[in-house]
């Protein structure tokens, strides 16, 4: 089963546990994105409808049962012949490995976990769930220490199987009530049997019976008392034993009377109060109160056997000896006597008892018609009791105690059971549920009928969005329950969005609803510069109103890098030719002249202008003076596609004007 997906949606990850029922595997569901935890059951159900159904409804049940220490169960399903359980991933451990790994706990160590677990059966039993295999293996430990128990309704839904009589599917019965034992109906206080004896084995680290087979286990927990725990851990309290001795009471009428009278009692078995408890026990009481079965009739003196023996009153004999009579006069005498005894006999039950009348069938009437008729009869001693019924009227007569047709008293109490009409409830929250599995688990609940109506909504399809009447209202029996269900988002087709420019994404934005953001830019040798290169969901994907849909948008061609290009230039330096003065022809030495009459050079100011990616033309480069030839290098940083160029001047004359393309070479 490992990587393969059953129901559509959860994909098989790896095997995490086996029982005698079943295989648990770490699944992924697909669809909410979540690990789950999946059971597959062993046994084979081909040809076993019956089973399947009450397998379904058993599991179904579960579904509904939410509280912080039971596992939830998500989904129930069959793929071909297999069945299946979609539950809630620890990830830990089972009570049972807990204890093996860390022995017998004290009590502050046990209780927490003990009172985690009575309050979640207390909560199933609540809900009308047994659990019939309350154990350690059945109960898992997270990764903060808290308890979550799992497996509800599994062990009934297969109780009828051939696998169960065989003990292949139940298996263990460490802790198996005596009830169950005997082959007898698990009720609410076999799971506080079961309760008693994990309790034990937390604070033991072993179990209170074993044996070499199950049927001697079994014998023990109907035959054996609970050994006490305090034998092998005497620092633990009395009070805390007592409540295993309590909970695993072999009459179930001496337990506790529910799982929530366990938990309160689990709460204060460490005060000081408790301290100097005794051991607890059962007084019997001879002469406690018995039930004594209703007699219905006065019996009669029917029969000379029922009649009473009168001893004859014996008379004083006199010293004399009396005279031999004859007997046939007192023979005759005594028949006569017992018959008029039988004659009064016969009628004292007339005149003594009271007077008896059949007390009438009054179903169905209104209170005072019913009492009218009984007062008819003679029946005048009539209270009224009101009582919830989906059958009666709001009024009306549901029964009569004593019972129609009996014959009573007429000065017996009759109690008239009056119809308060249908019992309202608080109808539960529904919402966030799968509804296919809330209305098969609620098909027998009452409701006159429960329908669904399909809208859109961003939960997973199949899940009830709302519901009608609502959460918290107070209803009748037999009313109509309305679900909406959603069919997932409301989907429609996204375009193809290649090449749209701005106003084109914008106007589709309007038109579709869509929410279009431009994720990035990027350049593109085959989009133009501004158009849609690509498109997250890609187009002609179905997806839901309002959806977020990203678009990359073209910068253009990738540009090529800057080209630097250097250039050489010669800066010639020109003497300036300077006329003879009148001086210098008479031999007066001037300016300008050494004193040798030889001409001094006069500096040369050279501007550079240059046109490229970071200089303008019209902003002076370089200025420098010269006093002879120069070389001069200039560098030109010219972008793709862009022309460069310089300008050198000579006291402000141009004397070398050149023109840089990107291409030239450099």
Same mark, same amino acid.
Do not use: C
């Given at each position: 089963?490992?990587?393969?997906?059953?129901?559509?949606?959860?994909?098989?990850? !790896?095997?995490?546990?086996?029982?005698?029922?079943?295989?648990?595997?770490?699944?992924?569901?697909?669809?909410?994105?979540?690990?789950?935890?999946?059971?597959?059951?062993?046994?084979?159900?081909?040809?076993?409808?019956?089973?399947?159904?009450?397998?379904?409804?058993?599991?179904?049940?579960?579904?509904?049962?939410?509280?912080?220490?039971?596992?939830?169960?998500?989904?129930?399903?069959?793929?071909?012949?297999?069945?299946?359980?979609?539950?809630?991933?620890?990830?830990?451990?089972?009570?049972?490995?807990?204890?093996?790994?860390?022995?017998?706990?004290?009590?502050?160590?046990?209780?927490?976990?003990?009172?985690?677990?009575?309050?979640?059966?207390?909560?199933?039993?609540?809900?009308?769930?047994?659990?019939?295999?309350?154990?350690?293996?059945?109960? =898992?430990?997270?990764?903060?220490?808290?308890?979550?128990?799992?497996?509800?309704?599994?062990?009934?839904?297969?109780?009828?199987?051939?696998?169960?009589?065989?003990?292949?599917?139940?298996?263990?019965?460490?802790?198996?009530?005596?009830?169950?034992?005997?082959?007898?109906?698990?009720?609410?206080?076999?799971?506080?049997?079961?309760?008693?004896?994990?309790?034990?084995?937390?604070?033991?680290?072993? #179990?209170?019976?074993?044996?070499?087979?199950?049927? &001697?286990?079994? =014998?023990?927990?109907?035959?054996?008392?609970?050994?006490?725990?305090?034998?092998?851990?005497?620092?633990?309290?009395?009070?805390?034993?007592?409540?295993?001795?309590?909970?695993?009471?072999?009459?179930?009428?001496?337990?506790?009377?529910?799982?929530?009278?366990?938990?309160?009692?689990?709460?204060?078995?460490?005060?000081?109060?408790?301290?100097?408890?005794?051991?607890?026990?059962?007084?019997?009481?001879?002469?406690?109160?018995?039930?004594?079965?209703?007699?219905?009739?006065?019996?009669?003196?029917?029969?000379?056997?029922?009649?009473?023996?009168? /001893?004859?009153?014996?008379?004083?004999?006199?010293?004399?000896?009396?005279?031999?009579?004859?007997?046939?006069?007192?023979?005759?005498?005594?028949?006569?006597?017992?018959?008029?005894?039988?004659?009064? #006999?016969?009628?004292?039950?007339?005149?003594?008892?009271?007077?008896?009348?059949?007390?009438?069938?009054?179903?169905?009437?209104?209170?005072?018609?019913?009492?009218?008729?009984? &007062? /008819?009869?003679?029946?005048?001693?009539?209270?009224?009791?009101?009582?919830?019924?989906?059958?009666?009227?709001?009024?009306?007569?549901?029964?009569?105690?004593?019972?129609?047709?009996?014959?009573?008293?007429?000065?017996?109490?009759?109690?008239?059971?009056?119809?308060?009409?249908?019992?309202?409830?608080?109808?539960?929250?529904?919402?966030?549920?799968?509804?296919?599995?809330?209305?098969?688990?609620?098909?027998?609940?009452?409701?006159?009928?429960?329908?669904?109506?399909?809208?859109?909504?961003?939960?997973?399809?199949?899940?009830?969005?709302?519901?009608?009447?609502?959460?918290?209202?107070?209803?009748?029996?037999?009313?109509?329950?309305?679900?909406?269900?959603? !069919?997932?988002?409301?989907?429609?087709?996204?375009?193809?969005?290649?090449?749209?420019?701005?106003?084109?994404?914008?106007?589709?934005?309007?038109?579709?609803?869509?929410?279009?953001?431009?994720?990035?830019?990027?350049?593109?040798?085959?989009?133009?510069?501004?158009?849609?290169?690509?498109?997250?969901?890609?187009?002609?994907?179905?997806?839901?109103?309002?959806?977020?849909?990203?678009?990359?948008?073209?910068?253009?061609?990738?540009?090529?890098?800057?080209? #630097?290009?250097?250039?050489?230039?010669?800066?010639?330096?020109?003497?300036?030719?300077?006329?003879?003065?009148?001086?210098?022809?008479?031999?007066?030495?001037?300016?300008?002249?050494?004193?040798?009459?030889?001409?001094?050079?006069?500096?040369?100011?050279?501007?550079?202008?240059?046109?490229?990616?970071?200089?303008?033309?019209?902003?002076?480069?370089?200025?420098?003076?010269?006093?002879?030839?120069?070389?001069?290098?200039?560098?030109?940083?010219?972008?793709?596609?862009?022309?460069?160029?310089?300008?050198?001047?000579?006291?402000?004359?141009?004397?070398?004007?050149?023109?840089?393309?990107?291409?030239?070479?450099?």
């Amino acid at each position: 089963m490992i990587g393969s997906r059953i129901g559509g949606r959860y994909e098989i990850v !790896r095997n995490i546990g086996d029982g005698g029922m079943s295989k648990v595997y770490l699944a992924h569901d697909i669809i909410l994105d979540r690990d789950v935890a999946i059971k597959v059951l062993n046994y084979d159900f081909v040809n076993e409808e019956a089973l399947k159904r009450r397998f379904k409804r058993e599991a179904l049940s579960a579904t509904s049962l939410t509280h912080p220490h039971i596992v939830d169960i998500f989904d129930v399903g069959e793929e071909d012949e297999l069945h299946y359980l979609v539950m809630e991933y620890i990830e830990g451990q089972t009570l049972k490995k807990f204890i093996q790994d860390n022995g017998a706990l004290t009590p502050k160590q046990a209780l927490p976990i003990m009172q985690q677990i009575v309050s979640a059966i207390a909560n199933a039993h609540h809900n009308g769930i047994v659990h019939r295999d309350v154990k350690p293996q059945n109960i =898992l430990m997270d990764s903060d220490g808290n308890a979550k128990i799992t497996d509800f309704g599994i062990a009934m839904a297969l109780s009828a199987t051939a696998h169960t009589k065989t003990n292949s599917v139940i298996g263990t019965v460490h802790y198996l009530s005596p009830e169950q034992a005997r082959g007898g109906m698990a009720t609410k206080k076999s799971d506080i049997y079961s309760l008693g004896i994990v309790l034990y084995e937390l604070l033991s680290g072993e #179990l209170p019976f074993t044996a070499d087979t199950a049927v &001697a286990i079994a =014998l023990k927990h109907l035959q054996e008392e609970t050994p006490l725990v305090r034998m092998l851990f005497p620092s633990i309290p009395q009070s805390l034993e007592n409540v295993i001795l309590k909970a695993t009471m072999k009459d179930a009428t001496y337990r506790y009377d529910s799982a929530d009278e366990m938990y309160e009692d689990l709460l204060t078995v460490l005060s000081p109060e408790r301290a100097n408890e005794k051991k607890f026990a059962i007084v019997f009481d001879d002469d406690r109160t018995r039930a004594i079965p209703i007699v219905s009739e006065i019996p009669k003196f029917d029969s000379i056997e029922m009649t009473k023996k009168i /001893e004859p009153v014996k008379l004083e004999q006199s010293s004399q000896s009396p005279k031999k009579r004859k007997k046939w006069p007192y023979i005759i005498g005594g028949i006569a006597g017992v018959a008029i005894l039988l004659l009064l #006999l016969s009628l004292i039950p007339g005149v003594l008892s009271p007077k008896k009348a059949v007390i009438p069938n009054v179903s169905g009437m209104e209170e005072a018609e019913a009492r009218d008729t009984l &007062a /008819e009869k003679g029946f005048n001693s009539v209270i009224g009791e009101e009582q919830h019924s989906d059958e009666f009227k709001e009024g009306e007569v549901i029964k009569t105690i004593p019972e129609a047709e009996k014959k009573r008293a007429v000065d017996s109490k009759i109690t008239l059971y009056i119809s308060a009409g249908k019992e309202p409830s608080t109808l539960a929250d529904y919402t966030g549920r799968n509804a296919e599995i809330t209305m098969a688990s609620l098909d027998d609940k009452g409701f006159k009928s429960i329908k669904s109506v399909p809208d859109f909504s961003d939960k997973p399809e199949g899940t009830i969005i709302g519901q009608d009447p609502a959460a918290g209202e107070v209803i009748l029996s037999e009313t109509d329950l309305l679900f909406t269900v959603s !069919r997932g988002p409301d989907l429609k087709e996204l375009s193809n969005l290649s090449g749209f420019d701005a106003e084109q994404l914008q106007d589709y934005r309007n038109s579709s609803g869509f929410d279009i953001k431009v994720s990035k830019t990027e350049h593109s040798a085959t989009v133009s510069e501004g158009h849609v290169i690509r498109q997250s969901p890609p187009g002609n994907t179905r997806i839901a109103q309002g959806a977020k849909v990203e678009v990359v948008v073209s910068k253009g061609p990738e540009k090529k890098a800057d080209n #630097l290009i250097v250039r050489t230039e010669i800066i010639e330096y020109i003497p300036a030719v300077v006329e003879p003065s009148p001086n210098e022809e008479e031999g007066v030495e001037g300016e300008g002249n050494n004193s040798d009459g030889v001409q001094q050079p006069v500096p040369q100011i050279i501007r550079i202008y240059i046109q490229d990616k970071n200089n303008k033309m019209t902003d002076v480069f370089e200025e420098f003076p010269i006093l002879e030839t120069t070389e001069k290098q200039i560098s030109l940083n010219l972008e793709e596609g862009q022309n460069g160029a310089y300008t050198i001047t000579r006291d402000s004359k141009n004397i070398i004007a050149e023109v840089v393309n990107y291409d030239d070479t450099k």
